[in-house]
């Protein structure tokens, strides 16, 4: 490792601890789930024979299924209060997981209903898939939203989205919205849990009602406003390494929309054929009140053709999001760990976090630093330091363990760490973090896939 050391570090600034509120969130969707349970445990008197065993599991299914919709739809509104301090990963992880749940409720659901009914009818299970979906109210619409929704689950399996483009994912997952419409209705029809129960439907709605009005706020009202009143567009791109490029971004009043260093947006360049799709990028220097800068790598078809954009460009941005800024540090002692395209939202906060910073940059060679000059006028200045750990000559790869931390930052326990990078990257740090002694309360990250 390489290291430029410029003196004295800056004098520390008081720091106030904030705790993420990723326990209490979770907390309130648990709850949600017992709640719906209760439904059917209120609404069931007796459970009799394998059909009643079957018909019963298929309601609590299905009525679980129905919850798990609106959180997943709810985890996509973008609500500040998630993206900002939980976390974005975080809040995408949830999101994740709350697909996987929906899906296997889904089909649990309908295996069990059916399974149930034809036990009751002496029928066959086809005979019965027939009958419920032509003949039970709403249910060719639930049908439609079924398919929709697992077509969504599997593009949204990891083996098949390497296998296609964002835009074809992005658009088939906005499809999530028309599958839980066309699905919601034959819930309340059929639901034994809602038929003449007007408090227990009335909650229904509201949950509904509630998550879409969050939609609508967050993912349209909000970025309509904040587009109409700053008036981005693209006022530079400049090269910083190869394939890693900076877009200078220009509009009015930037300073109303309160983001901070480590936070990033969600970038539609109106030009270059870029404008079908919202790709976050973090910004990668403090933001001015007039000029905001990102810098993006070639990883996919869309970061490529960001160094081909025009002085002059529309933008239209949505955000700030990220929870990796500085009112997240307990500690003086700050160390950051940025790999790759990681060191973006790090670099920015590099130069403005209070108190003793250190950064360590892992990257292939030299050739792959980027903004590393910044990086070193940084240090000089504020009297920081800044370690690489690049590749040897013949491409080995330096690993950062538990023992090499310890060695290199003696007290790192006492040490805020702030990790960005890729998503194999970020963990491996934070488990040798936590290997030496660094507790989760002082470990910060977010992290991407490649």
């Known amino acids: 490792m390489t290291t430029v050391d410029a003196g004295r570090a800056a004098p520390p600034a008081p720091v106030t601890a904030r705790r993420s509120p990723a326990g209490p969130v979770l907390a309130v969707l648990w709850a949600g789930a017992a709640a719906v349970v209760a439904l059917w445990w209120a609404d069931t008197a007796s459970v009799v024979g394998t059909a009643g065993w079957l018909t019963g599991a298929g309601r609590i299914a299905g009525l679980l299924c129905g919850y798990a919709c609106a959180v997943l739809v709810g985890l ?4 500040p209060l998630l993206e900002r301090r939980t976390g974005s990963d975080r ?4 999101h994740a997981m709350a697909g996987r749940y929906t899906v296997c409720l889904l089909l649990a659901h309908i295996a069990l209903i059916l399974a149930g009914y034809a036990a009751q009818d ?4 086809w005979h019965e898939a027939v009958t419920v979906v032509l003949d039970y109210p709403d249910m060719l619409k639930a049908t ?14 990891r083996a098949v989205r390497r296998r296609t483009s964002h835009e074809f994912w992005y658009y088939v997952h906005l499809l999530t919205y028309a599958a839980v419409f066309l699905a919601f209705f034959h819930q309340l029809t059929l639901g034994n849990e809602f038929n003449g129960k007007p408090v227990a439907t009335a909650v229904w709605y509201a949950l509904y009602l509630g998550v879409a009005a969050l939609v ?17 567009r693209v006022d530079s791109v400049h090269q910083e390494a190869p394939g890693v490029y900076s877009v200078v971004v220009r509009g009015r009043r930037l300073d109303e929309l309160a983001a901070r260093p480590g936070q990033f947006f969600r970038w539609r360049f109106l030009g270059q054929g870029l404008g079908w799709t919202s790709t976050p990028y973090s910004l990668s220097a403090p933001p001015r009140p007039d000029m905001m800068r990102i810098t993006v790598k070639a990883l996919g078809d869309h970061s490529a053709a960001v160094a081909l954009l025009r002085p002059g460009t529309r933008v239209w941005a949505e955000g700030p999001y990220g929870s990796l800024t500085a009112d997240r540090a307990t500690s003086h002692h700050c160390l950051l760990i940025a790999a790759g395209v990681g060191i973006t939202p790090l670099r920015a906060l590099f130069e403005t976090l209070p108190g003793e910073v250190t950064l360590l940059y892992r990257a292939r060679g030299v050739e792959d630093l980027a903004l590393g000059g910044e990086l070193e006028a940084i240090a000089r200045r504020r009297g920081a330091q800044v370690l690489y750990a690049l590749n040897g000559p013949r491409g080995e790869r330096p690993r950062i363990t538990a023992e090499s931390l310890r060695a290199a930052f003696p007290g790192i326990a006492g040490h805020d760490v702030y990790i960005c990078g ?6 491996e740090v934070y488990e040798a973090l936590r290997a030496a002694g660094v507790p989760d309360r002082r470990i910060h990250h977010e992290s991407f896939e490649l």
């Open 422 to 427: 890729p998503h194999g990257f970020a963990r």
């Open 91 to 94: 809040v995408a992880r949830w």
């Open 122 to 125: 002496r029928a066959s299970l």
């Open 216 to 232: 609508l706020w967050y993912r349209i009202l909000t970025p309509v406003r904040l587009n109409r009143r700053h008036q981005l």
């Open 76 to 79: 996509m509104a973008r609500v």
């Open 144 to 157: 439609a939203g079924t398919v929709i929704l697992l077509a969504v689950g599997v593009t949204s399996a």
